[in-house]
């Protein structure tokens, strides 16, 4: 059987058949041959029967007579056999031949679709295959196929715009720290002062440099983790709030966290992070002395957090683009914020892994409200 497995389709379904067209023409013809002869065998019998002395009613044919039909009767059954078993290989070469063929006229459709995707590789991911129009399971190995290749592309043109708007993030910054320093070595007799403005924008500059790279780096890291445990919702805030200390400061935002006996299930660390990024946005984006609130309800086989601020808010159109990796909705706020534009892709991919929901709503000016629905287990 695994030498079976390793020849072509084709062949593989002609032995098959051959294998079960031998078996049944060596039956057929073993129970023709052994028929024949018992219905051959009956005169003979029947003419011996006649002779024996216990029916001497029967009429005794010449003795000359007797000898000739035994004779003729073998002779008979052994060309009878010898017929048969010639037949049973003609018909074995020929069901063989005509299996072989068949095989691959029905296969010829699989062939074709496997010669069309090898054409395909990864600069063709535009390509789909045509021309599938019957209803069987070619047609339907095509279909997924296609649907499989559109997936590729989006991912593969997703990550190529990944890798620009990286390239483009990592060489603003870059370009900004060799442009002071040219502008400095030009400068013949520069001043202290001047030394330090460059110094301070180059640190800036590497400031953010150091949070693209970290944030790429989460991104990486919310891809990969699996040890799931169950972890109380109000201490994971608790700590959060408490390292958003310093931000807090800078607005004077109040954050006010009313979760209570809920319970999270997933990756604690992964989780952390994507509730750290929602509540600091909530935070970086609020007025002057507003106030965040973080609320929590459950039914029965989810649980939802809510987290509000009475901030900036988001156009409503940008809604579903904030997801994507480095889109702001005002580039020099971001700046401001110190913000790389990954934070919200970041947290989606980790909701997404937990098989939960993330949803964004939005008053210009009025609020912003995220909640995120997780499962239970
Ligand atoms: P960043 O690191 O620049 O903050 P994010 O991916 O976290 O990037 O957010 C993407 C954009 O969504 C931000 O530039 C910001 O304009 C907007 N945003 C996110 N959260 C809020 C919020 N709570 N209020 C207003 N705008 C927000």
Redesign the pocket.
């Known amino acids: 059987m695994r030498l079976l497995n390793k020849i072509p389709l084709r062949l593989r379904l002609t032995v098959l058949t051959a294998v079960v067209l031998t078996v049944i023409c060596v039956l057929l013809t073993m129970s023709s041959v052994f028929t024949a002869r018992q219905m051959y065998a009956v005169p003979a019998e029947e003419f011996n029967l006649s002779t024996s002395p216990t029916n001497p009613s029967m009429k005794h044919p010449p003795d000359n007579a007797m000898m000739p039909t035994s004779y003729t009767t073998d002779e008979t059954n052994n060309n009878f056999t010898y017929a048969s078993v010639v037949y049973m290989f003609i018909m074995i070469v020929l069901g063989t031949g005509t299996s072989y063929f068949i095989a691959g006229k029905a296969l010829k459709p699989v062939a074709d679709l496997s010669k069309r995707i090898e054409t395909i590789d990864e600069s063709k991911l535009f390509q789909r295959l045509e021309g599938f129009d019957s209803n069987d399971e070619v047609a339907r190995l095509a279909a997924s196929f296609n649907q499989m290749i559109r997936k590729l592309e989006r991912s593969f043109t997703h990550q190529k715009q990944f890798a620009a708007n990286a390239a483009h993030e990592l060489k603003t910054p870059l370009a900004g720290m060799i442009a002071n320093i040219e502008v400095l070595q030009l400068d013949k007799d520069p001043s202290v002062q001047e030394y330090k403005e460059v110094l301070d924008d180059t640190l800036t500059n590497a400031q953010r440099l150091s949070t693209l790279v970290y944030d790429l780096l989460k991104m990486n890291n919310a891809m990969n983790a699996d040890v799931c445990e169950s972890f109380d919702a109000k201490e994971m805030f608790d700590d959060i709030i408490f390292a958003l200390s310093e931000d807090r400061k800078v607005k004077n935002v109040r954050v006010k966290n009313h979760v209570s006996d809920i319970m999270l299930f997933g990756e604690k660390a992964l989780l952390q992070r994507a509730f750290f990024?929602l509540v600091q946005?909530?935070v970086?984006?609020n007025k002057t002395n507003e106030e965040v609130v973080i609320t929590a309800g459950r039914n029965e086989d989810s649980v939802a957090i809510h987290i509000k601020?009475n901030?900036?808010?988001?156009p409503e159109e940008e809604l579903e683009s904030?997801f994507e990796p480095f889109?702001?909705?005002?580039p020099s706020?971001?700046r401001e914020?110190g913000?790389?534009?990954?934070?919200?892709?970041i947290v989606k991919t980790i909701i997404e892994k937990h098989n939960g929901e993330i949803v964004f709503e939005s008053e210009m000016n009025v609020f912003?409200k995220v909640t995120v629905v997780l499962p239970k287990n």
Do not use: E, M, P
């Not at 901030?311 to 988001?314: A, D, K, L, N, W």
């Not at 889109?327 to 005002?330: A, C, H, L, M, R």
């Open positions: 990024n946005n909530a970086k984006y601020d901030g900036i808010g988001i904030i889109y702001k909705v005002d706020r971001s914020s913000g790389s534009g990954l934070g919200l892709s912003t």
